[in-house]
């Protein structure tokens, strides 16, 4: 049995006050290949703060995200996107800082497409992929908890892609059609 924990987390930057954290930092060069155009070199585009627990199904893993704000081409910087390895586990994101959308996507191909402001509570369904793209000038910073046993299947997305793209358009993000996408069939 776990020992009950308590962390206190900074709004604006996500840092989390726990030594036992485990931080994952992707750069321009790890997000290769999400954008439609290439990306190169050490710069940070975001980082991972987790508070592991046991991968069980009765745990809830709970982590902190940074996206830090800039674009690759007309693209806003964004995660590399998965759907849970164990496909009907479900998550559930608090946005405490800055402007971001949080783009959904089942193997078929449905597509939902919410807001990421401070205070948004995003719900994400079991069976959706997701990933979050920051389409304001501060970093985009949540808190997010799942199920313990979830896991992370990147794979289908670095194959398939993503339906939609958000990009910078004369009147500010616009959500296109990825030509590129192939549902997971
Ligand atoms: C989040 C994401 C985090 C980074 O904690 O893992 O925002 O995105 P990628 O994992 O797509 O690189 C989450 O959805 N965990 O399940
Ligand atoms: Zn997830």
Not at 79 to 88: A, C, D, I, L
Not at 116 to 132: D, V
Request: charged share 20%.
């Amino acid at each position: 049995m776990l020992t009950p924990f308590a962390a206190n987390i900074e709004l604006l930057t996500g840092s989390i006050d726990l030594p036992e954290q485990r931080v994952v930092s992707r750069t321009l060069d790890d997000v290769n290949g999400i954008f439609e155009t290439g990306c190169h070199g050490s710069e940070v585009v975001y980082e991972v703060f987790n508070l592991d627990v046991p991968e069980i199904n009765s745990e809830l893993q709970t982590c902190t995200t940074r996206l830090y704000p800039g674009r690759v081409g007309d693209e806003y910087y964004m995660t590399k996107g998965h759907f849970h390895e164990v496909r009907n586990r479900s998550e559930i994101y608090l946005t405490t800082s800055g402007v971001g959308r949080l783009l959904m996507a089942t193997s078929s191909g449905e597509t939902v497409v919410h807001e990421m402001t401070p205070g948004t509570m995003n719900y994400i369904p079991g069976g959706w992929a997701h990933r979050s793209v920051n389409v304001g000038s501060e970093p985009l910073v949540f808190f997010a908890a799942y199920v313990g046993d979830a896991g992370h299947d990147y794979a289908t997305i670095e194959k398939c892609g993503f339906p939609v793209r958000v990009v910078a358009g004369e009147d500010g993000p616009t959500v296109v059609a990825n030509p590129r996408y192939v549902a997971d069939a």
